[in-house]
Nanobody, 117 residues
């Protein structure tokens, strides 16, 4: 069964850090682009960061210089290191795996990140 399972979310003060993990199973993983999205209440789900099979990365302007995405293909895990967190980063964060050649995509269940004093 295909599964993406996020972990590492929680409550943190402004300026703090969190490291999110997403463990994949049931997919090849290493040939696919992995993404982190987030969605705040009443807001559109937005792409935060992506990493390709060739380890090329892209970030939303709002998180550049603060967040870093990485992947470990042996562990089938993608990470999101989140530094200098702001209250506006508060959202549910979702791991996403895209397989466009097969018209398929997979989503994790989401993990809550709350930045508040």
């Amino acid at each position: 069964q295909v599964q993406l399972v996020e972990s590492g979310g929680g409550l943190v003060q402004p300026g703090g850090s969190l490291r999110l993990s997403c463990a994949a199973s049931g997919t090849i993983f290493s040939v696919n682009t992995m993404d982190w999205y987030r969605q705040a209440p009443g807001k559109q789900r937005e792409l935060v960061a992506s990493i390709t099979s060739g380890f090329s990365t892209n970030y939303a302007d709002s998180v550049k210089g603060r967040f870093s995405i990485s992947r470990d293909n042996a562990k089938k895990t993608v990470y999101l290191q989140m530094n200098s967190l702001k209250p506006e980063d508060t959202a549910v964060y979702y791991c996403h795996e895209d397989i466009p050649a097969y018209g398929a995509e997979y989503w994790g269940q989401g993990t809550q990140v709350t930045v508040s004093s």
